[in-house]
């Protein structure tokens, strides 16, 4: 069965403090491992696919890294706007679709 | 680019009653669909998925017969909760892949179910 676990469960940084978000996980036959940002009441918005080890991608304050083990989105300076859930998926062919398991996410707080 | 809209927001209705949601790929097409369920502050759990034109393919411990899903078009899915309970209160969140392959899910707005 695919696992994502997602550590802290929260954080709370100050403005500029810069940080990074877990996301390890166990899945047979990995097809994209995604970042998503979820604010209060709203669906999630993408951030990032990863498909392989070793793969980055950047956008604007965030960057995401991918290990065969674990995922980590990098925060640099935030600001209180970047405050909001972060969900990780990793996304593995289950039956006859490609199918997205979800962590629980972690709570970022920037406190100005 | 990749906007998918759900209607409505939010609706209440009465115990007893059915309620039907939209899912809408706004600018692509969509082969597959995908209803969410998201409890509040817990994470999304899938719900079931739907191929354009064909059944559903519902998760374990979901009711088929209480949430028909039809995807009668490349850019419209809906959910239907029939015979709506309190418990049915929830959060549901639909996402939608494109059909030119990649593997990325662009997911709605939400809708927030209270039954009363």
């Known amino acids: 069965e695919d696992q994502v676990t997602q550590s802290p469960e929260a954080l709370r940084l100050q403005e500029g403090e810069s940080s990074s978000l877990n996301c390890s996980y166990t899945v047979s036959g990995l097809r994209g491992l995604f970042w998503y940002r979820q604010d209060p009441g709203k669906g999630p918005e993408f951030l990032f696919t990863?498909?392989?080890a070793g793969e980055e991608k950047e956008k604007e304050r965030l960057k995401a890294t991918l290990t065969k083990k674990e995922s980590f989105l990098h925060i640099t300076a935030p600001k209180p706007e970047d405050s909001a859930t972060y969900l990780c998926a990793v996304q593995a062919w289950e039956g006859s679709n490609y199918k997205l398991t979800f962590g629980k996410g972690t709570l970022l707080t920037v406190n100005p | 680019g990749a906007v998918v809209s759900q209607h409505p927001s939010w609706v209440i209705c009465k115990s007893g009653t059915s309620v039907k949601i939209e899912c809408r790929s706004l600018?692509?097409?969509?082969?597959?669909m995908f209803w969410y369920r998201q409890f509040p502050k817990q994470s999304l759990m899938l719900m079931a998925t739907?191929?354009?034109?064909?059944?559903?393919?519902?998760e374990q411990g979901v009711e088929k017969d209480k949430f028909l899903i039809n995807h009668a078009s490349l850019t419209l899915s809906t959910l239907t909760v029939t015979s709506a309970h309190p418990e049915d209160s929830s959060f549901y969140i639909c996402?939608?892949?494109?059909?030119?392959?990649?593997?990325?899910?662009?997911f709605g707005p939400g809708t927030r179910l209270t039954v009363t």
């Open positions: 996402s939608a892949r494109d059909t030119t392959g990649s593997y990325e899910q662009y």
């Open positions: 600018d692509f097409q969509a082969t597959t």
């Open positions: 739907s191929n354009e034109g064909s059944k559903a393919t519902y």
């Open positions: 990863l498909y392989s």
